[in-house]
């Protein structure tokens, strides 16, 4: 059972503020991959994974450009 404090602490979550945390992560991640090569892309129902030649492996969440189906693109 959840109490009245956890869930006030879940309910304070901005998700513009978790995109955009997302988004600058995902931005070092590229930036990280300059001068890599690209061996494997796979694009799975969440989340999409790069593989580079030297065996890393780089994953890439689905939320980060999804939105809501009440908006209007």
Same mark, same amino acid.
């Not at 503020?17 to 690209?38: H, P």
């Not at 494997?40 to 030297?54: H, S």
């Given at each position: 059972?959840?109490?009245?404090?956890? =869930? @006030? =602490?879940? @309910?304070? &979550?901005?998700?513009?503020?978790? =995109?955009?945390?997302? !988004?600058?992560?995902?931005?070092? &991640?590229?930036? @990280?991959?300059?001068?890599?090569?690209?061996?494997?892309?796979?694009?799975?129902?969440?989340? &999409?994974?790069?593989?580079?030649?030297?065996?890393?492996?780089?994953? !890439?969440?689905? !939320?980060?450009?999804?939105?809501?189906?009440?908006? &209007?693109?």
């Amino acid at each position: 059972m959840e109490n009245n404090e956890t =869930r @006030s =602490r879940v @309910s304070d &979550i901005d998700p513009d503020a978790l =995109r955009q945390a997302e !988004f600058l992560q995902t931005q070092m &991640i590229l930036d @990280s991959l300059v001068g890599k090569t690209v061996a494997v892309c796979t694009v799975e129902d969440t989340r &999409i994974t790069i593989t580079t030649t030297d065996g890393d492996a780089f994953y !890439f969440y689905g !939320f980060m450009g999804a939105h809501s189906p009440n908006e &209007i693109n």
